[in-house]
């Protein structure tokens, strides 16, 4: 007898298995989804890549020359793909390199390959 793949029964696998996840890191579902979560490490290779083409987003946006300097603190929040609220230091080299606070908002879904800068603004 040949086994059939069964959608239902794919998804209550599915169920389980986040079901498991979720409790094996004591976190609950509406925690993840649709809340603002700190980063814990802002210096990540993935955090500093959203940071760095949201400042090059804004830069081409508003036609200005801000250079990125580091990431101050961040969020996420688990959406159709993730947004990233970064807090970014970065230089206005048409002010004589002077240092700004900036928050920016990032919508990213890597998957369709889509990255868009929702927010930027100075703090």
Known sequence: ???K???LLSAILLILVASFH????A???S???GNWRPIPNVDVLKVLEIARFAVSEH???ANVQLEFVKVVKGETQIVEGTNYRLVI?????????APGNYEAVVWDR????????????KV
Do not use: T
Not at 22 to 25: D, G, K, M, N, T
């Open 89 to 97: 230091i970065a230089n206005d080299k048409a002010a004589g390199n």
């Open 5 to 7: 793949s069964c959608p």
């Open 110 to 121: 890597p998957w369709k390959h889509f990255r868009e800068l929702s927010s930027f603004v």
């Open 31 to 33: 925690a993840i989804v």
């Open 22 to 25: 979720y409790q094996a890191l």
């Open 59 to 61: 830069n081409k946006k």
């Open 27 to 29: 976190i609950s579902p």
């Open 1 to 3: 007898m040949q086994l």
